[in-house]
């Protein structure tokens, strides 16, 4: 059958294949559907005309049908303006022109009506109205067609150039749609899920969004193309989640053996958490399953995650096979194999550590135990992802700090076996329920939501720069008590000389503010070994102040620290404020935290300071960073290497029906495993075009 929505729409009226050329490339847009699937980002409310005679200044836009008596030309140059008198019967306004002065006056008629739209404002006593935007209603119809209810689409600059404004595509796809009728348009959900979850039809639905007669239709087109939006994403990732466990046996961990218990009776330094017996109890769960595990291990800074990891690790050991734990940076792989190292003293495991700083024999003989199986646990940074590194048989896969890895690098991890390891992803990013399920798609999820006992809240307090006495009081009375601190510069890019120079002078001062104290200094540039001959010095605490660049944000564990000074803390997101915050607090005794900023500070900044003073807890604080920021932003999602394909729906304020879509997308492919149900068709159909354009992200993760 011929799909009449495919036809190029450099033939509809009013496009032509210059403009047609600009739609591609601003918007890619290129059939019909295209056209249609661009939808307005809001809609402004046009059914109302006002009389000359009611119009007054400070009134937002308004629309007045009039004729134009007089034209009349004033200044020359750069100040040449247009003028033209209107009358509609009960009064005359002036509208004024800037700039398109000829292109204007030979577009416009006198004594024909239009619809004029713009904004009223007084000058030297009259009503004026600037830059109004005209429309010729020469019948009756016109007017009907544009005083309404109104789409705006957003347009780019060089579709402005050509011509393409709200108003034209407005036209352009009422063109569309009037040359497809009504009813021409195919359905792309089957009607028993039309049925089940009351949605509009699609033709319907593409009308009223980019027509809508009247308000009250508007919000059901919406969520009809929402519905549609998320249920494919949905579809997409549930089945290929399916198809995936079907193709992948996960290996089984039956045994809790020797390793798993030997540490819980001898080695184990402290009582578990609640949370944390309940993590292990979820993933030993997942792990004796028979399905690949997938899971996202989710727990504020501080909460304990390593621990988890290594006795997961020890349960891969158990059933014999070898782990490994990988992290984003040298200092943090070092730090983890100097934990686990520690905590697994004495089981007979042999653990090591591999970064690209390790070389030649050392890193053979590493490389080599690894093959033969010698090594159990490999502990190190993406150094293990290269190809040289082969392991005897990789059961389990621990991945700290997630969203620091690449879909591609996770993709790699897969490839080590013939059949994939368990995964287990550990991040201190909290992401609500919605976007995981979004972007992750068969993650599970398990969060750890109870801090060690003893803790004390970190106490945050905001503070101007030029009060410094208070700040150094409380830092030289922490240091007095043999405890150390931090200071933090902004470093936004690591390039940016600028950005050392303020590391550099926050050095000197911190040096000269604490003449007795020994302070240390670190930033990106530094090469590894200075970064962890400096960090190994504060952590034995030879240094009492360390000052640092953002390097030191994630994961790194120094119970005695116990202040954070943040500099410039308004040039820091609210994660990554609370990310450097959690690098104090980790032990029993009263932490502090001093944002510091000068006095002219955004709103925004006003308020992200004011959460962190208020809030220690990173689930509220990601909430209402993206209340502050909106999701598109959220960190992580960026760096997934995700694209989400979602031009409506919003996966945090639609959550509802992103979990209705998910339902019925799980029930689609339960019932429906191979995909030959007769009424399913369309929807496989749809999802094959779909997927086409798409990026597969069900497939890693
Ligand atoms: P994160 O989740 O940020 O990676 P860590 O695993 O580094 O946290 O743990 C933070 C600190 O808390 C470490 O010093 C660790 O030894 C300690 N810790 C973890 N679990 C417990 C517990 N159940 N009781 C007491 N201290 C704990
Ligand atoms: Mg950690």
Redesign the pocket.
């Known amino acids: 059958m011929y799909d009449i929505l495919s036809q190029d729409v450099m033939y509809l009226k009013g496009v032509g294949p210059h403009r047609a050329k600009v739609l591609n490339k601003e918007l890619g847009i290129s059939s019909l559907k295209d056209l249609l699937y661009y939808f307005p980002h809001k809609y402004i409310d046009r059914s109302r005309i006002y009389r000359i005679n009611e119009l007054q200044e400070g009134m937002a836009t308004v629309q007045v049908v009039a004729r134009i008596k007089l034209f009349n030309e004033e200044g020359r140059g750069r100040k040449r303006r247009l003028e033209a008198l209107c009358d509609d019967g009960t009064g005359v306004v002036k509208l004024v022109w800037f700039g398109g002065v000829t292109y204007i006056r030979r577009h416009l008629q006198l004594d024909r009506p239009y619809l004029i739209f713009g904004k009223p404002s007084v000058f030297n006593h009259e009503i004026n109205i600037v830059q109004p935007e005209m429309t010729s209603v020469t019948q009756t119809a016109d007017l009907q067609s544009y005083a309404k209810l109104r789409p705006v689409y957003s347009i780019t600059e060089p579709m402005r150039s050509v011509g393409l404004t709200s108003n034209v595509m407005e036209q352009i796809i009422g063109a569309a749609l009037s040359r497809l009728g009504n009813g021409q348009i195919a359905e792309t959900l089957p009607p028993y899920l039309i049925t089940r979850h009351h949605l509009m039809g699609l033709d319907e639905a593409l009308h009223v969004i980019h027509s809508p007669e009247n308000m009250q239709r508007l919000p059901e087109a919406q969520r009809r193309l929402k519905f549609e939006e998320l249920f494919y994403v949905q579809l997409d990732i549930v089945h290929y989640a399916a198809q995936r466990s079907r193709r992948y046996k996960g290996f089984v961990f039956s045994r809790i053996g020797d390793k798993f218990l030997g540490f819980y009776h001898h080695n184990l330094?402290?009582?578990?958490?609640g949370a944390?017996k309940r993590v292990i109890r979820e993933i030993r769960h997942d792990l004796g399953s028979g399905i690949q595990m997938n899971r996202l291990l989710q727990?504020?800074?501080?909460?304990?995650?390593?621990?988890v990891a290594t006795m997961t690790m020890l349960i891969a050991l158990d059933n014999g096979y070898q782990a490994c734990l990988l992290a984003p940076t040298e200092i943090l792989a070092e730090q983890h194999y100097a934990?686990v190292s520690r905590l697994l003293h004495d089981l007979g495991i042999r653990v090591e550590l591999l970064t690209g700083a390790i070389q030649g024999k050392r890193r053979q003989h590493i490389i080599e135990g690894i093959a033969d199986g010698g090594v159990h646990i490999i502990i190190g940074t993406h150094a293990i992802l290269y190809d040289a590194v082969v392991f005897r048989n990789l059961g389990l896969a621990v991945i700290?700090e997630q969203h620091r890895f690449g879909v591609e690098q996770r993709a790699k991890l897969w490839l080590k076996n013939d059949n994939p390891p368990h995964v287990l992803v550990?991040t201190?990013t909290p992401i609500p329920r919605t976007l995981a399920m979004t972007v992750y798609g068969d993650l599970s999820v398990s969060v750890?939501d109870e801090l060690?006992?003893?803790r004390k809240a970190i106490e945050t307090r905001h503070v101007y720069e030029n009060s410094t006495e208070q700040l150094v009081n409380l830092v030289r009375h922490e240091l007095e008590e043999g405890r150390q601190a931090y200071f933090v510069y902004p470093l936004i890019k690591e390039s940016e000389k600028s950005d050392l120079k303020d590391l550099e002078a926050g050095f000197k001062r911190v040096c000269e503010l604490f003449p007795e104290m020994r302070v240390g200094k670190m930033h990106g540039k530094m090469k590894d070994e200075e970064k962890n001959a400096i960090m190994d010095r504060f952590k034995r605490g030879e240094l009492q102040i360390l000052v640092s660049t953002t390097v030191i944000e994630v994961?790194v564990?120094v119970?005695n620290a116990s202040v954070m000074v943040i500099e410039n803390a308004n040039r820091f997101g609210l994660a990554q404020l609370h990310q450097l915050r959690?690098r104090v607090g980790?032990?029993a005794k009263q932490s502090y935290c001093l944002l510091v900023t000068g006095y002219k500070l955004s709103d925004t900044s006003r308020k992200r300071l004011e959460i962190m003073t208020d809030s220690t807890d990173g689930f509220e604080i990601a909430e209402e960073d993206l209340k502050l920021r909106g999701p598109g932003d959220l960190e992580g999602t960026q760096q997934s290497g995700i694209v989400f394909d979602l031009k409506l729906a919003n996966v945090i304020r639609d959550s509802d029906l992103l979990e209705e879509a998910r339902e019925a997308a799980t029930q689609v492919v339960k019932s429906d495993p191979d995909k030959n149900l007769p009424q399913n068709q369309v929807l496989w159909a749809q999802l094959a075009q779909r997927r086409k354009t798409n990026v597969n992200w069900s497939e890693i993760s």
């Not at 330094?269 to 958490?273: I, V």
């Open positions: 330094p402290f009582e578990l958490t944390q727990g504020d800074v501080g909460s304990g995650k390593t621990i934990t700290d550990m201190a750890i060690p006992p003893g994961g564990d119970p959690g980790r032990g």
